[in-house]
C-alpha cells in the first residue's frame, strides 16, 4: 500500500524556515523513476503547485522561487521543500504529491505550515 507521510510543519515568524519531509514508501518502481511534488492550498483557495522534481529538473511556482528548494533522498524514498524567507503569506496546508511513471497519482495527508508574528 503507498503512503507519503509528510512532517515538518508548525508556527514560524516572517523571515524564518522550515523544512518539510515526505517519506514515501509502497511503490512498485524505484523511487528515483517517480516524479515527487509539493502543494498548498489555503481555505476557500484551489491546491497550488508550489515545487516539483523529477530527474534532477525542478520546477518552482513564481511566488516560491529563490526561497524554497526541493531535493530528494532516492535512498530514503524521502523528499524535502526546504522553505526560507517565509511570509505570511506561505501560510497553507503542504502536500506532498507522487506521480509514478504508469498510474495514478498518490496524496499525503498535509502538513499545516503558520507563518505569523
Known amino acids: 500500500q503507498v503512503q507519503l507521510e509528510e512532517s515538518g510543519g508548525g508556527l514560524v515568524q516572517p523571515g524564518g524556515s522550515l523544512r518539510l519531509s515526505c517519506a514515501a514508501s509502497?511503490?512498485?518502481?524505484?523511487?528515483?523513476?517517480?516524479?515527487m511534488a509539493w502543494y498548498r492550498q489555503t481555505r476557500g483557495k484551489e491546491r497550488e503547485l508550489v515545487a516539483a522534481e523529477a530527474s534532477d529538473v525542478t520546477y518552482y511556482a513564481d511566488s516560491v522561487k529563490g526561497r524554497f528548494t526541493i531535493s530528494r533522498d532516492n535512498v530514503k524514498n524521502t523528499v524535502f521543500l526546504q522553505m526560507n524567507s517565509l511570509k505570511p503569506e506561505d501560510t497553507a496546508d503542504y502536500y506532498c504529491s507522487a506521480r509514478p511513471p504508469v498510474g495514478n497519482d498518490y496524496w499525503g495527508q498535509g502538513t499545516q505550515v503558520t507563518v505569523s508574528s
Open positions: 509502497g511503490f512498485r518502481v524505484s523511487f528515483s523513476l517517480i516524479t
